[in-house]
């Protein structure tokens, strides 16, 4: 009876292939798409088709896209896709890439692959001759500084082996980050950064993995084949993106502005899961005041490390 029990749910646990009897495919201008309802509805999710919006319950997920847009929302959480939905009449096309890199990591944890993670890098931004983001009264080195020492305190009092690069006001040169990571061998790869912008009003937080290759950042420009060594953990990166995010939102209530692609240097050489996170804005006053208060600093340092513990427990161990 048990190793019933325990083969219908494996069963239950392996996502819908796209090659599935039912689940129509087809190119629009030579990108791959996926129909939205015969893959959610294969996958055990209930979906509600709408003429500008489609959304699909299920697995603990309430996910809504929109027409000809890249963000959707998943639980609330903003994601940002690699290409936008089409829309023919009343059906919804999905870019089959958005498939294997961004919804099935999140949906299906277990189809993910880790090996086992006992040491994590930690990458501050900045530092030396380069400040970073200035604001009123602080600057980003001097914050990502502080921020990644308290990060590292916690994930050694969970066990973890603690690599940095750096511990100190001195300069990392960026293209020196990856051989760092790879050298140290370290199991995952966190990189600290603070925001800014000339309109003063925006604030939050936003994290980022590494753009896969075929399609274009985030933050606009064209779409590259190239493969970094990065490339290798696209769907790992995007489950530890979307852990990190909703723990790091959930500990200091900031604005979710959302989990992002782009081909940041730190994020392209290494060979483990890595995220750069954007922990506020240094422009925004209240943020920068936040960002230097020692007890804003522990929520962001404890949702750093319950995203990481969260994508430990979540992943598939090899």
């Known amino acids: 009876m048990r190793r019933s029990f325990i083969a219908v ?18 190119k629009i201008k030579s990108q791959p798409f996926c129909n939205f309802y015969d893959l959610m509805t294969g996958n055990k999710f209930r979906t509600v088709l709408q003429d500008k919006q489609s959304s699909a319950y299920g697995r603990g997920f309430s996910s809504v896209f929109t027409r000809s847009q890249r ?9 940002e896709l690699l ?18 890199k961004t919804l099935r990591p999140v949906f299906y944890p277990a189809t993910v692959s880790r090996r086992k993670i006992s040491s994590v890098m930690i990458d501050m931004g900045h530092g030396g001759n380069d400040p970073g983001a200035l ?10 500084l502080r921020v990644g020492k308290r990060v590292g305190q916690l994930l050694e009092a969970c066990g973890y082996k603690v690599k940095y690069t750096r511990t100190t006001d001195v300069q990392v040169n960026l293209n020196r980050i990856g ?34 290759s075929g399609c274009a950042s985030s933050n606009g420009g064209k779409a590259s ?5 990065g490339n290798q953990q696209d769907a790992a990166n995007m489950l530890l993106a979307w852990n990190i995010q909703k723990s790091l939102l959930a500990r200091t209530r ?4 959302g989990i992002k692609r782009a081909r940041f240097a730190v994020l392209r050489d290494i060979d483990a899961p890595g995220v750069l996170v954007e922990i506020g804005f240094i422009s925004n006053r209240k943020e920068e005041r936040l960002l230097n208060d020692p007890e804003y600093i522990d929520r962001i340092a404890y949702g750093i490390v319950d995203g990481i513990i969260g994508f430990g427990r979540s992943a598939k161990p090899r």
């Open 83 to 100: 290409v936008p939905p089409v829309y023919e009449g009343r059906q919804m096309w999905l870019g089959t890439v958005d498939w294997y």
């Open 254 to 257: 900031a604005v979710d502005r």
């Open 179 to 212: 051989t760092l990571q790879r050298q140290s061998g370290s199991d995952l790869f966190v990189s600290i950064h603070v925001n800014s912008a000339a309109d003063k009003s925006i604030s939050g937080i936003e994290t980022y993995c590494l753009t896969p």
């Open 225 to 229: 084949s190239t493969v970094y060594r």
């Open 135 to 144: 604001g009123a009264f602080s600057k980003e080195k001097n914050i990502t």
């Open 9 to 26: 749910l494996a069963v239950l646990l392996i996502p819908a292939a796209l090659d599935a009897a039912g689940i129509r495919q087809k």
């Open 71 to 79: 963000r959707m929302l998943c639980n609330n959480i903003k994601i």
